[in-house]
């Protein structure tokens, strides 16, 4: 009973303690070996912010159409959601792999500055 009661603490300890599996890295990684694999070079950072503002507008523009009153001319093509969040993750990967920012940690510590920051607020 005890020995249960002491592996389940310990469990709930080490998940708290424990570390997020790095999982962005790995497709950093990867946009690195295509970009090598293809002898391109990245982006200033300049260029690169604004081609991360670029695909953030393309999302802007699909939200619009979606889910607000601008809606899409007949003339233009469908677009997904998901494509353009996606079009903003790999924009930021080529950030990142270019100025040596690695974005597993930089989402980790905004998710615990919320964590932390907001963790009161917003109660319902
Ligand atoms: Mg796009």
């Not at 990245?42 to 081609?51: C, E, H, K, T, V």
Request: hydrophobic share 35%; glycine share 4%; with cysteine.
């Amino acid at each position: 009973m005890l020995a249960k009661r002491v592996i389940a603490e310990a469990s709930e300890i080490a998940n708290e303690v424990s570390v997020p599996p790095k999982k962005m890295i790995k497709e950093q990684k990867r946009i690195d070996r295509w970009f090598k694999k293809k002898n391109w070079e990245y982006f200033s950072p300049l260029a690169g912010l604004a081609r991360l503002i670029e695909e953030v507008g393309e999302f802007a523009r699909i939200i619009n159409h979606v889910y607000g009153e601008k809606k899409k001319k007949d003339s233009e093509t469908s677009q997904d959601v998901e494509d353009e969040l996606g079009d903003i993750l790999y924009a930021l990967a080529c950030f990142a792999n270019k100025n040596g920012f690695d974005l597993d940690t930089a989402l980790e510590k905004s998710i615990k500055k919320v964590e932390s920051r907001d963790k009161d607020r917003y109660k319902k």
